[in-house]
């Protein structure tokens, strides 16, 4: 891998302190985690700005708003995403990194990290239920062979930022895929290792997050 900054890595956090020093301290050395707060009321923006990371104060609420601003703060050739909770390792995504450099140059690439459980406990039955059904959806409307629209994301950052991704809650992902898809991109799918997550999710911890988020992403499928 380059030693320079290469990837500028997202994290949309709310309220990740328990979390964040671990993902901080596996990110690798070619990549630049950007916090994208979206009103942490505990130590997140401390800690990262302890560790001299970039962050990004996000006033509107939503997982599509706290990528979105972290995406436009972006500089590096190319930008990734990945939840600050611990649930996915910074340091698969150099898996994501090989997947785009092995993708046609002629086009944009985006790589989605296809989460594979180490544990019951890291992806509860009812969200891989959900996640199952989404990914069909999904592959009915673009043709994108993606087993999973998962939280680990890699891709071009000027033509991921001209793309225009107008959704700011849940359906980001979703609408990511769709709009990648339609404009001829190359989109295509890695395993990544997913871990229990630290704390409770703040979206899909409950059966009323999740039913949440999943109306999210079906409605930028309908759309």
């Not at 942490?40 to 939503?62: K, L, N, W």
């Not at 785009?100 to 009812?126: F, K, M, N």
């Amino acid at each position: 891998m380059p030693q320079s900054v290469a990837v500028d890595v997202v994290l949309p956090c709310l309220d990740e302190a328990e979390a964040l020093p671990w993902v901080l301290d596996r990110m690798p050395s070619w990549a630049r985690p950007i916090v994208a707060d979206n009103g942490s009321t505990d130590a997140s923006v401390d800690i990262a700005r302890s560790r001299r990371v970039p962050v990004v104060e996000v006033v509107q609420r939503g997982y599509g708003a706290a990528c979105h601003a972290g995406l436009m703060s972006a500089r590096a050739p190319l930008v990734a995403f990945m939840d600050a909770d611990a649930s996915l390792d910074p340091r698969s995504l150099e898996l994501l990194v090989m997947a785009h450099l092995e993708a046609p140059a002629d086009r944009p690439c985006l790589v989605v990290g296809a989460r594979q459980p180490v544990s019951r406990a890291a992806w509860p039955a009812r969200l891989r239920l959900a996640n199952r059904v989404l990914a069909r959806r999904v592959h009915r409307v673009t043709g994108a062979g993606l087993d999973d629209i998962g939280p680990m994301r890699l891709a071009d950052t000027v033509a991921l930022q001209d793309l225009a991704v107008g959704d700011r809650r849940s359906g980001y992902p979703v609408e990511t895929v769709l709009r990648a898809s339609r404009a001829g991109w190359t989109v295509t799918g890695v395993p990544v290792p997913y871990l229990a997550r630290a704390g409770r999710s703040k979206v899909t911890g409950t059966w009323l997050g999740a039913a949440r988020a999943v109306h999210d992403m079906s409605r930028v499928l309908s759309a």
